[in-house]
């Protein structure tokens, strides 16, 4: 009687860790994140949101969009799908979270380098599964997940897939419009 007593007990505990584990908020399950509140989507690969109370633009670690406003070709050539990819991800999320890395947290321009997730999918993941973005500006240690953006980026560009689809336009010095030109 005992040891049935013990088998229910250890049951319910069971139970009750499992019923307790399936309520926590993402937050509380990966306490490297953290809530921020969007206030504009800049372009593909960069955001202002509210961070501890201020404003702050945000610079997608790892990965690079094609510009709104290039200084010799203004708005390159999937700059505008990039950015509306984003901007449709993020306007309707219920959570946006940065997830810093291992090196510094801000560029040279004093933007925060992160890592974004709305509703707990990761911004730069989806970019670069949809071919809008290329992996870039790796400055170790801010390399957590370089790996795995690399293989997303070369299936992206095996299927030919948004900036993949135009021979040359990637490049890795980064776009090159100039080959979208006829002469």
Not at 52 to 79: F, H
Not at 111 to 137: F, N, P, S, T
């Amino acid at each position: 009687m005992n040891h049935q007593f013990t088998l229910k007990a250890m049951l319910l505990l069971i139970l009750l860790l499992m019923l307790v584990g399936c309520q926590l908020t993402p937050q509380e399950t990966d306490p490297n994140r953290t809530q921020v509140q969007l206030i504009r989507t800049i372009d593909g690969d960069t955001l202002t949101v509210t961070y501890n109370g201020k404003q702050e633009k945000v610079r997608l670690l790892l990965i690079d969009t094609p510009e709104m406003s290039d200084s010799i070709y203004g708005k390159e050539p999937y700059a505008q799908e990039a950015k509306s990819y984003t901007a449709k991800l993020i306007q309707n999320a219920e959570r946006l979270e940065l997830e810093f890395d291992d090196g510094p947290e801000r560029d040279k321009y004093s933007r925060l380098l992160a890592y974004v997730y709305v509703d707990g999918i990761m911004l730069q993941e989806a970019l670069l599964k949809q071919g809008l973005a290329r992996v870039a500006y790796i400055y170790p240690p801010n390399v957590r997940h370089v790996d795995m953006f690399k293989e997303i980026e070369d299936k992206s560009q095996d299927m030919a897939l948004g900036i993949w689809s135009v021979e040359d336009y990637v490049q890795k010095d980064g776009f090159h419009p100039e080959v979208m030109i006829e002469p």
